[in-house]
């Protein structure tokens, strides 16, 4: 990790999502019985966007839920991992990272698969994106879809500074995001 000192400057609670996927990634399959995959659809609450884990959480608000037979091959999955297994394919020892920045988010649509590398770069772009609010002081908060918004109304030929101030962000935060100097994995 070449940006270690920055991550003090996030809150903890941000810094253990960042960093909670780089353990998550496991060579086992995901496999559920017909009563875990029940159990699974029971266990979400789905809204407009996220859908929500209602069952076991770990403290930092990822889902986890028993996968596999219990007789001799049960194991404790996290449910994000489940739901991409379950939904699009087993993520094996690939990390599953959500889009959405909520850890307890199991919609597939918020899922994608990424390297550690891909989630050095989020982290660090979202370091550099919370040292700059730390010197202006302000508390916005970047998201994946935000970040895809501003680049959008960039080709829509909006100017950075009002890209900006639609997101409270300054200029050279502004100008960074559209040149993909940040959040340059989406
Ligand atoms: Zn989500």
Same mark, same amino acid.
């Given at each position: ?13 941000? %810094? ?60 404790? %999955? ?31 649509? &918020? ?9 050095? &770069? ?8 919370? &040292? %700059? ?18 680049? %959008?109304? &960039? ?32």
């Amino acid at each position: 990790m070449k940006d270690a000192n920055s991550i003090h400057t996030i809150n903890m609670n941000q %810094a253990a999502k960042n960093i909670g996927p780089i353990a998550h990634a496991s060579n086992r399959e995901i496999a559920l019985t017909e009563k875990q995959k029940i159990l699974f659809w029971k266990n979400i609450e789905k809204t407009d966007g996220c859908w929500l884990w209602r069952g076991h959480r770990n403290k930092l608000g990822y889902g986890r839920m028993q996968v596999g037979d219990w007789r001799n091959n049960a194991w404790i %999955a996290y449910a994000h991992r489940v739901s991409y297994a379950v939904n699009i394919e087993q993520p094996f020892s690939l990390l599953v990272l959500h889009k959405c920045d909520n850890p307890s988010c199991v919609n597939p649509a &918020h899922l994608f698969i990424g390297t550690q590398e891909a989630n050095m &770069h989020d982290m660090d772009s979202k370091n550099r994106r919370v &040292h %700059a609010h730390g010197e202006k002081g302000g508390a916005a908060k970047m998201t994946n879809e935000k970040v895809l918004e501003m680049r %959008a109304l &960039h080709a829509n030929g909006k100017t950075r500074a009002e890209i900006g101030r639609l997101f409270g962000l300054g200029f050279t935060a502004t100008d960074k995001i559209i040149k993909r100097e940040t959040w340059k994995h989406i």
